[in-house]
């Protein structure tokens, strides 16, 4: 990355500018700390529109929201390209738009009241078909009325029936029938002049009376059916028509306006851009990062369009500089489906290192470590290979599709070692014994294994954590983790000696070395330093979690292929062992991935990365 500056005439900003979003490869530095010399910060100032510009951006802005609006109300659908200049439209277009939103609201509006409408009406048949029933069992006359009602509780209906008699002296029917929706709806006929009486009783018992609007008055209860199925239609039409507007206005409008949406976002993404630059009298001056391997190519392209009178100079990257440097990660093909990986994570600093190359080596070994077994390992790269074939096109499952079979080879590399196929089904069918070791018994020799590999893993990231420090210039930084190294070396060296792998004399020796560098330890990293090292010791330990999580895998293919085998039919043996390999690949994918991360995330990475970098996020379309 690198520190650019570019000037020229100020009446060449707006086109510059143009010309850097086309490109996408450079990302304006508003501050100018670190780019203006001092003896010049009287001199330039922060770049101002004149009173045009600004009239222009409001204008523009205005616009903007309306037109955002219009493609809110109208629904979404293709539409065709349209050749139009935006630039010659744009007053036009400021003219019509009013006209169209207006009439966009008009539609939406119409079928928001239409669909309430239609809901309100839906409502009612459901009760009218229940209570149609109910009805065509009474001779509908002028003297008689009929009251609908919703019965919360089949146990009220007894009550209801007896509190009417009590006004009514018997004169009333009351039945009662279940909705489509299971509501338990009644139907009262009694005459006219009791008819209040009874509605004033339903209500003392908060018993809610089925209320129709106006349009219901004057009908009977079969017109009122007749009434909503008419009426549901008529909806039906509406909405249609309507419907068949708004494509109408979308088809001869959204094209335009959506071409001269992408212009106005594009004229004040300028117009913003050129509040981050910075002017003299006479100049403009656009500070800000890019690639280095980019700068020749803009070099070429600003001498093409302006004639050398816009210049672009690379500044000297100074210390100061190194905290706000943006940061792009770019790796080689085999490490790129990694980032899938170290996306999870902050962005490291610029001064620190990408972690996406380290997690690319060691994230595969330690999979293949814990999952071990050749015939999982073929069966998951099978998967890789239909996952990438099938959703090839999405990035992150492509990603991590690549991660999966290049761990899985790994996982068939360990498991050739291990002995191990579906299990221990080599030796149990052919009498073949593991190249290496048998996992299952030799838990010794995996415990240490596991841990000789979080030792190199985790001074790799000391060793690192102390060149980090030495680039950022932190002497005691560095010292502190070099000593640090040591110790651990010191009291691995004890350790062995004391458990008979190095001779005993040597322990003391070690020992006194230990003491010697403690006081140093203190110096360099401080009163909390002892438990910083214990906190690397503790880190080494952690590793033996490979064994232990591929003890456990292990021992799961030996159970399903010892139950199939104990079944005494070939197919049940089958099936039982295949249900119980299944569940073991399953938790051989998940496990080992989460394991490994965190092996790499909280173990390995906070060793010498350091996180806080800036996104590279350079000006473009």
Same mark, same amino acid.
């Given at each position: ?13 707006q ?6 979003r ?10 100018a ?20 510009t600004?009239?222009?951006r409001?204008?523009?802005q ?5 037109i955002?609006e219009?493609?809110a109300l109208?629904p ?10 935006p ?15 207006a009439?966009?609201?008009?539609l ?11 809901t309100d ?9 229940a ?7 009474t ?9 609908g ?16 008699s ?13 909705a489509d929706d ?9 005459e ?7 509605k ?17 008055s004057?009908?009977?209860?079969s ?5 909503v ?22 088809a001869?409008?959204m094209?335009?306006?959506?071409k001269?949406?992408?212009w106005i ?10 509040a981050?630059?910075?002017?003299t009298?006479m ?5 800000g990062w ?11 392209s ?14 000297e ?7 706000r ?12 489906p990694?980032e ?7 962005l490291?600093?610029?001064n ?10 060691f994230?595969?070994?330690f999979f ?11 069966v ?9 074939k ?7 499952v ?9 761990s899985? #080879? ?8 291990y002995?191990?196929?579906f ?10 014994e593991p190249?290496?070791?048998e ?5 010794i020799p995996?415990?240490?294994?596991t841990?000789s ?12 954590g ?5 680039r950022?210039?932190?002497?005691r930084e560095?010292?502190?983790?070099l000593?640090?190294?040591i ?8 350790i062995?000696?004391?458990s ?5 004399v ?8 230990i #003491?010697f560098?403690?006081?140093?330890l203190?110096?360099t ?8 090292l214990?906190?690397?010791i503790?880190?080494?330990i ?12 292990v ?8 139950l199939?085998g104990?079944?005494?039919d ?10 119980l390999?299944?569940?073991n ?16 995330y909280v173990?390995f990475?906070s060793k010498?990365v350091?996180q ?8 473009r379309?």
């Amino acid at each position: 990355m690198s520190k650019i500056e570019i000037v020229g005439p100020k009446a060449l900003l707006q086109d510059t500018l143009t010309l850097v979003r086309e490109l996408g490869i450079f990302q304006i530095e508003p501050e100018a700390v670190g780019f203006i010399e001092e003896e010049f910060e009287e001199r330039i100032r922060t770049f101002h529109h004149d009173e045009k510009t600004a009239v222009e951006r409001l204008f523009l802005q205005g616009v903007l929201l309306k037109i955002d609006e219009f493609i809110a109300l109208l629904p979404k659908s293709e539409v065709r390209n349209s050749y139009l200049e935006p630039r010659s439209v744009i007053d036009a277009v400021a003219k019509t738009i009013d006209r169209h939103v207006a009439h966009a609201r008009h539609l939406c509006s119409g079928m928001d009241a239409l669909q309430k409408e239609q809901t309100d009406l839906g409502h009612y048949m459901i009760f009218l078909n229940a209570l149609s029933s109910l009805v065509g069992s009474t001779v509908e006359t002028p003297d008689l009325d009929f009251i609908g009602l919703t019965i919360r509780e089949s146990g009220m209906t007894d009550h209801l029936r007896e509190a009417i008699s009590r006004i009514t002296d018997w004169k009333f029917e009351f039945t009662t029938n279940a909705a489509d929706d299971g509501t338990l709806v009644g139907l009262i006929t009694v005459e006219k002049g009791l008819s209040d009486k009874v509605k004033k009783s339903l209500s003392d018992e908060h018993v809610p009376e089925l209320s129709f609007p106006a349009s219901f008055s004057g009908l009977s209860f079969s017109e009122k059916v007749i009434f909503v199925k008419k009426r549901m239609r008529e909806i039906e039409d509406e909405n249609l028509k309507l419907q068949a507007d708004q494509q109408r206005l979308a088809a001869q409008w959204m094209p335009i306006y959506l071409k001269v949406r992408e212009w106005i976002q594009d004229r004040l993404l300028i117009l913003t851009a050129t509040a981050s630059a910075f002017e003299t009298r006479m100049c403009f001056f656009i500070n800000g990062w890019m690639p280095s391997h980019d700068i020749e190519g803009l070099r070429k392209s600003l001498d093409e369009a302006f004639r050398g009178e816009v210049v672009i100079e690379e500044k000297e990257m100074r210390e100061k500089d190194l905290d706000r440097v943006p940061i792009v990660l770019k790796n080689r093909p085999y490490f790129k489906p990694f980032e899938l990986f170290t996306s999870l994570l902050p962005l490291p600093a610029y001064n620190s290192y990408d972690p996406t190359p380290f997690i690319g080596i060691f994230f595969p070994v330690f999979f293949g470590m814990i999952l071990g077994d050749a015939g999982y390992g073929l069966v998951l790269v099978i998967l890789s290979l239909v996952l990438r074939k099938r959703y090839g096109k999405k990035q992150a499952v492509a990603d991590g599709a690549r991660i999966l079979f290049i761990s899985s #080879l790994y996982a068939v590399f360990f498991g050739l070692l291990y002995g191990e196929f579906f299990g221990d089904l080599p030796h149990r069918l052919f009498g073949i014994e593991p190249l290496c070791i048998e996992r299952r018994t030799a838990i010794i020799p995996m415990l240490c294994f596991t841990a000789s590999t979080g030792v190199v893993h985790v001074f790799l990231g000391l060793i690192l954590g102390t060149l980090t420090a030495l680039r950022k210039k932190e002497r005691r930084e560095a010292l502190y983790k070099l000593v640090s190294i040591i110790i651990i070396l010191c009291i691995i060296a004890v350790i062995a000696s004391l458990s008979g792998f190095f001779p005993y004399v040597l322990a003391r020796p070690v020992v006194i070395v230990i #003491l010697f560098l403690t006081p140093l330890l203190f110096f360099t990293g401080g009163l909390l330093a002892p438990l910083e090292l214990l906190k690397s010791i503790g880190n080494i330990i952690s590793y033996v979690r490979i064994m232990a999580i591929g003890l456990t895998s292990v021992l799961l293919a030996f159970v399903a292929n010892r139950l199939g085998g104990l079944t005494g039919d070939i197919v049940t043996g089958a099936a039982v062992a295949g249900l119980l390999h299944l569940l073991n690949i399953i938790l051989g994918v998940f496990s080992p991935t989460i394991h490994s991360l965190r092996l790499h995330y909280v173990e390995f990475f906070s060793k010498f990365v350091v996180q806080g970098g800036r996104r590279f996020e350079p000006l473009r379309k």
